[in-house]
Nanobody, 124 residues
């Protein structure tokens, strides 16, 4: 069983920055693709960013966050990060970390493991 724990959410003003972390259990972390998803009230859970087991060369972003968010991973610490810059009110959501084998997928249904989520609220 793989367990994921997110942290780093909070309240930030528009234009500000925030970094989310996701700590994963299990010694097979390096073989996982990791994804960040978010869900706002009344909205479907949507893909934000993902990173393949190969690292930065396999990083992908939703169009809405390209140029503002950066996903990275530290396999030695079994942790994936999401650095969020130039935050907008529409970024407000519950952010989830997820894991699946090897390669990134944009569909939430293709991920096997999920964290509990961390709330990001952007005010203006």
């Amino acid at each position: 069983q793989v367990q994921l724990v997110e942290s780093g959410g909070g309240l930030v003003q528009a234009g500000g920055s925030l970094t989310l972390s996701c700590a994963a259990s299990g010694r097979t972390f390096s073989n996982f693709a990791m994804g960040w998803f978010r869900q706002a009230p009344g909205k479907e859970r949507e893909f934000v960013a993902g990173i393949s087991w190969t690292g930065g060369s396999g990083a992908y972003y939703a169009d809405s966050v390209k140029g503002r968010f950066t996903i990275s991973r530290d396999n030695a610490q079994n942790t994936v990060y999401l650095r969020m810059n130039s935050l907008k009110p529409e970024d407000t959501a519950l952010y989830f970390c997820a894991a699946r084998a090897y390669v990134v997928d944009v569909s939430p249904s293709r991920y096997n493991y999920w964290g509990q989520g961390t709330q990001v609220t952007v005010s203006s």
